[in-house]
Every structure is written in structure tokens, then in C-alpha cells.
């Protein structure tokens, strides 16, 4: 009996030097896939996801950046969606984080394949020639992944702190972690403002920018001009978007999808914490996959079904004991969890 799944998908900074090498372990029988990717590659003069993946040593210079990174995970994650075994899960919808809202759509049909390599590439593009400002991230949650009131409060100090000196905004809601942005003056402030937590906190993401606020408006205005509406049509699995919204094979307006994917969801905050949380509600899954590269998403996703109680959880203990027992999450990126869950 096939069991139902929400697959999700991961953002930038996912593939990091412990994934070099994936496609060529995973996926050396998704030639037909990558080559196309290649050639896209090729066509727009840079340098191949194969060559990348394929290189002696990883260099955050170079498999990091925008440009390289989007195309890297996208072509990681749509060959593990691709490899998920269909005997044994019924994938009930799909969502991702940040870029991996381009994934879901690819995933779910809302783009052919020509498109998707096209929307990620051009989004990398801008992103690596215009995009400014910068993230930096902050945990919601105590040591344990609940709640705490004075993490709150001092990400509410911290905004406010970064909009009295410049512009600071939350880009991400992931799961226990707050992701903020602003311009340097408001990053900075709001660095300033954030008391030290659990040795890392707060942190700076690099290579990262303004995503998913106002700062963005001028890639979001690009993107239009260079990415019609004729790219979207309906999808045939389920989509669940940086709002919490679905989008369905029977009400889904092609139009408003290209409107909110190169509008809304670069400007505007993305809540990924609403999307797992309505993947669970409106799907109750019996399983969540999350597709490689890595595995980062692990601890919101988790942090996330702790805060609804979801199962019974409600705390690190209980999610870590959940998973050695019947892991409710499946991540493809670990390689038990991909070998354990006969996900080919």
C-alpha cells in the first residue's frame, strides 16, 4: 500500500562541499536531464552543472555563487524528486524554501522543464549582477526548538533597531529560525541589537542578499521583463507557496502564478514555517520528503511540527526519538534515510 508524501524543497546554500560529487553518486542515470541543463548552460555561456558537480575540489567562490549555486541545487533536487520510488509514495503536493519555490513549480508542472532550467538560471543571473542588501539569521526558538519569548522579542528589537538606521525586514520565516535582511546600515544595527546565542547566532549567510524584501524590487521588475506569463500553465500536483496558498490542476490562473512568482514572492516575506504547516493540516501526510542537495532543512521542518504539536512532538528529544524510531521526515540528502526508505 502506497503511502502519501509532501515533498519539499530546499533553498540556496544547500549544496556546500560535502555535495560535490551528488549528481555523479546519484544520479549518473539521469543523463538525458542533465544534458539538458548543459546545454542551457552552454547556450547562455557558463559553465556546465556537470563540470561543476564534476570538479576536484569545491570552491565556495565559484559553487556558491548565485549563479552557479540555483543552477546546481535545481538540477540536485528535480533528479532526486525524479528518483523518489512512486510504488511506494503517492506524492500528495509539493513547497520549497526561497528557491525552491522555482523547484515546486517544476516539480509540480506549473513549468515544463526547458522553463524551469530558464527561470532559475535567469533569477541567478540577476541575483549575481544586481542583487544588494544581505540575510542574516536569528533562531525563534530556545535550545530545545520551542518557543521562547525572549528570542522573539529580541528579533522585534532588532527590526526595529534596523529600520531606525536603514532598512531591515524579515525575509524568511524557517521554521525556529528568523531570517532577516536589510542594507548594511540595517544589518548592521540589527547585529548590534541581537544578544549572542547558542555560540553562532546571530550569523550573516554569505553570498546572500535582500531576498524576499522591498530591496528587491528592481530584479522583481527584470524578472518581468525577461520571463512572460506564457512560461506558467496549471500544475498537476498540488502546490503550496510562500503564503501558505495552494495552487491546484482546477484553480490555478496561469497568469496569477507568474504575478506572484516574479512579483510577491521576491518582494515580500517568505513563510515557509505557513507552507509546512499547511502541508501537514491540509494533506496530513503519512510522510515529508525533503529532496537534496543536503539536508539543512531538516531542523525548521522539524522545529515547525514541533510548534503545531504535530504527532505528539514538542521538543528536540521527541522529533530526534520520532526519526530513530519511524522517521516521519525523510531527508534524500542523508544517506541512510535515502538508503532506509527504498527511495531509488
Not at 133 to 144: R, S, T
Not at 185 to 212: C, I, V, W
Not at 313 to 330: E, G, I, R, V, W
Request: glycine share 8%; net charge negative.
Amino acid at each position: 500500500m502506497k503511502q502519501t508524501a509532501v515533498v519539499i524543497f530546499p533553498g540556496r546554500g544547500t549544496y556546500g562541499k560535502d555535495e560535490l560529487g551528488y549528481l555523479t553518486r546519484y544520479h549518473a542515470d539521469k543523463t538525458d536531464f542533465i544534458a539538458g541543463v548543459d546545454r542551457w548552460r552552454e547556450s547562455q555561456g557558463r559553465e556546465t552543472v556537470s563540470s561543476l558537480d564534476d570538479a576536484k575540489s569545491y570552491a565556495a567562490s565559484k559553487h556558491a555563487s548565485s549563479i552557479n549555486a540555483s543552477a546546481l541545487i535545481y538540477t540536485c533536487a528535480l533528479a532526486d524528486f525524479a528518483s523518489i520510488d512512486r510504488e511506494k509514495f503517492e506524492i500528495a503536493a509539493v513547497c520549497g524554501n526561497s528557491l525552491g519555490w522555482y523547484l515546486t513549480l517544476a516539480a509540480a508542472g506549473a513549468i515544463n522543464e526547458q522553463n524551469a532550467i530558464r527561470l532559475v538560471d535567469t533569477m541567478g543571473a540577476l541575483m549575481e549582477a544586481d542583487g544588494v542588501g544581505g540575510q542574516l539569521v536569528y533562531p525563534f526558538v530556545d535550545e530545545d526548538w520551542r518557543a521562547s519569548d525572549a528570542r522573539e522579542k529580541a528579533i522585534a528589537n532588532a527590526l526595529h533597531a534596523g529600520r531606525t538606521k536603514g532598512n531591515a525586514y524579515l525575509s524568511i520565516r524557517l521554521g525556529g529560525m528568523a531570517v532577516l535582511a536589510g542594507d548594511e546600515a540595517g544589518m548592521t544595527a540589527m547585529e548590534k541589537s541581537l544578544p549572542p546565542a547558542e555560540d553562532r547566532y546571530p550569523f550573516r549567510l554569505a553570498r546572500h542578499a535582500a531576498f524576499h524584501t522591498p530591496l528587491l524590487g528592481h530584479i522583481s521588475e527584470a524578472a518581468f521583463e525577461k520571463l512572460g506569463a506564457d512560461m506558467f500553465q496549471a500544475p498537476s500536483i498540488p502546490m503550496i507557496d510562500g503564503r501558505g496558498a495552494i495552487w491546484t490542476k482546477y484553480a490555478t490562473d496561469s497568469s496569477a502564478l507568474h504575478q506572484y512568482t516574479l512579483g510577491h514572492q521576491i518582494v515580500e516575506t517568505y513563510d515557509f514555517s505557513k507552507s509546512v504547516e499547511v502541508s501537514i493540516k491540509e494533506f496530513a501526510p503519512d510522510k515529508l520528503i525533503l529532496v537534496g542537495p543536503g539536508s539543512t532543512l531538516g531542523a525548521p521542518i522539524a522545529q515547525e511540527l514541533i510548534r503545531h504539536r504535530w504527532l505528539g512532538l514538542s521538543s528536540k528529544f521527541d522529533f530526534s526519538t520520532l526519526q530513530k524510531k519511524d522517521p516521519f521526515l525523510l531527508a534524500m540528502g542523508r544517506q541512510e534515510q535515502r538508503a532506509s526508505t527504498a527511495l531509488t
